[in-house]
Antibody, heavy 120, light 111 residues
Framework: QVQLQESGPGLVKPSQTLSLSCTVS??????????WSWVRQPPGKGLEWIGR???????YYNPSLKSRVTISIDTSRNQFFLRLTSVTAADTAVYYC????????????WGQGTMVTVSS | QSVLTQPPSVSGAPGQRVTISCTGS?????????VHWYQQLPGTAPKLLIY???NRPSGVPDRFSGSKSGASASLAITGLQAEDEADYYC???????????FGGGTKLTVL
């Protein structure tokens, strides 16, 4: 079955760039049936959609983060990526990569999540 | 402030029925976009519970059901069990924001 696994640094300094990878196993990221998304959850708080990409490379971002976010995809490596610039303590969160249905955006498969702390 | 509004908490005794509401607007649920529900157990990733308003993924017990009316949706849990104690989130799509939106989450306590 398809599984998603996030990876990347657990600690990022303020003003620097947060970079995460999501590796998809058990299936192809080039499936036209799904978007590949990032969602985050600050400690003790709710879920926030960051954005999504498609195998074609098209992207859609949360307007509140759009100026700082880049999501990209590498179909040859079955991976997609998150880059968030100029981070502050408010970006401290568990970051999840999620497979989302192309038709109605429901997230049917989630990675286990990776905690990223922004601190000097 | 979340685009979709959920009660912060609900509670019920074992065996009882509880419902969790999710209220949106004319740019999301009211516009006809599907509502999805997730269960998040402590320390774990969210798990899809209901998709497209009323559909259960394989493996989700039929004690869980979803409904939608107008700009609101509800998740119902019958025969409440201790293992149902978790946070529950609704999700939809918003045409004004051109993106996915979540409710603020509801903590279910089994008394």
């Amino acid at each position: 079955q398809v599984q998603l696994q996030e990876s990347g640094p657990g600690l990022v300094k303020p003003s620097q760039t947060l970079s995460l990878s999501c590796t998809v196993s058990g299936g192809s990221i080039s499936s036209g049936d799904h978007y590949w998304s990032w969602v985050r959850q600050p400690p003790g708080k709710g879920l926030e959609w960051i954005g999504r990409t498609y195998y074609s490379g098209s992207t859609y971002y949360n307007p509140s983060l759009k100026s700082r976010v880049t999501i990209s995809i590498d179909t040859s490596r079955n991976q997609f990526f998150l880059r968030l610039t100029s981070v502050t303590a408010a970006d401290t969160a568990v970051y999840y990569c999620v497979r989302a249905d192309f038709g109605d955006f429901h997230g049917d498969i989630w990675g286990q999540g990776t905690m990223v702390t922004v601190s000097s | 402030q979340s685009v979709l509004t959920q009660p912060p908490s609900v509670s019920g005794a074992p065996g009882q029925r509880v419902t969790i509401s999710c209220t949106g607007s004319s740019s999301n649920i009211g516009a006809g976009y599907g509502v999805h529900w997730y269960q998040q157990l402590p320390g774990t990733a969210p798990k899809l519970l209901i998709y497209a308003n009323t559909n259960r993924p394989s493996g989700v017990p039929d004690r869980f059901s979803g409904s939608k009316s107008g700009a609101s949706a509800s998740l119902a849990i019958t025969g409440l069990q201790a293992e149902d104690e978790a946070d529950y989130y609704c999700q939809s799509y918003d045409s004004t924001l051109s993106g996915v939106v979540f409710g603020g989450g509801t903590k279910l306590t089994v008394l």
